[in-house]
T-cell receptor, first 115, second 114 residues
Framework: AQSVAQPEDQVNVAEGNPLTVKCTYSVSGNPYLFWYVQYPNRGLQFLLKYITGDNLVKGSYGFEAEFNKSQTSFHLKKPSALVSDSALYFC?????????????FGQGTTLQVKP | DGGITQSPKYLFRKEGQNVTLSCEQNLNHDAMYWYRQDPGQGLRLIYY???????QKGDIAEGYSVSREKKESFPLTVTSAQKNPTAFYLC?????????????FGPGTRLTVL
């Protein structure tokens, strides 16, 4: 069965410092991996995705993520955090060979960036 | 929120009532989805539709119903059979479901049972 784990409920960083939000996944075949961000009382916004190829994926707002097949991880990173990055972040996975569009979401990680 | 509208933004329901949440998209996407979001539980899939006039149950379909009569519309009805309907409901769409296309989300409807 497919699953996604975000091991940290909350991540706290100081503005200007690098940030990492962790995600590990489990699928039986090759994965498609996604990161979304949610601001309070809003829908989810797509940040980036990994399909195939280069393990380092660059996305919106300066975010990037590194796919690591051996560790089954897809951690979200940003070199220099902004206070405006404070939000709820979701990792999601879909099995590449699956016959539906079902995304499996992690439980979310709240990122708090302090000035 | 990418061409997907949900209404109303807030909805209050009395026990025993059915309510319908609207979802419309102008992205010409084939696939549409309904998710339920509860604090600390991420998003859970209620129903999804890959094409018009076809839909499938997700992981938590009990107490919900949907229709897909038009490509751009995918309304969700929360019936009185849903025992704990208070939640934030998110609609999404994607170009097609058998692919790596990302899903685009609407702004959500917050349903509260009084």
């Amino acid at each position: 069965a497919q699953s996604v784990a975000q091991p940290e409920d909350q991540v706290n960083v100081a503005e200007g410092n690098p940030l990492t939000v962790k995600c590990t996944y489990s699928v039986s075949g090759n994965p498609y991996l996604f990161w979304y961000v949610q601001y309070p009382n809003r829908g989810l916004q797509f940040l980036l995705k990994y399909i195939t190829g280069d393990n380092l994926v660059k996305g919106s707002y300066g975010f990037e993520a590194e796919f690591n097949k051996s560790q089954t991880s897809f951690h979200l990173k940003k070199p220099s955090a902004l206070v405006s990055d404070s939000a709820l972040y979701f990792c999601a996975v879909r099995e590449a060979s699956g016959n539906t569009g079902k995304l499996i979401f992690g439980q979310g990680t709240t990122l708090q960036v302090k000035p | 929120d990418g061409g997907i509208t949900q209404s109303p933004k807030y909805l209050f329901r009395k026990e025993g009532q059915n309510v319908t949440l609207s979802c419309e998209q102008n992205l010409n996407h084939d696939a549409m989805y309904w998710y339920r979001q509860d604090p600390g539980q991420g998003l859970r899939l209620i129903y999804y539709s890959q094409i018009v006039n076809d839909f499938q149950k997700g992981d938590i379909a009990e107490g919900y119903s949907v229709s897909r009569e038009k490509k751009e519309s995918f309304p969700l009805t929360v019936t009185s059979a849903q025992k704990n309907p208070t939640a934030f409901y998110l609609c999404a769409s994607s170009r097609e479901s058998f692919s790596y296309n990302e899903q685009f989300f609407g702004p959500g409807t917050r349903l509260t049972v009084l």
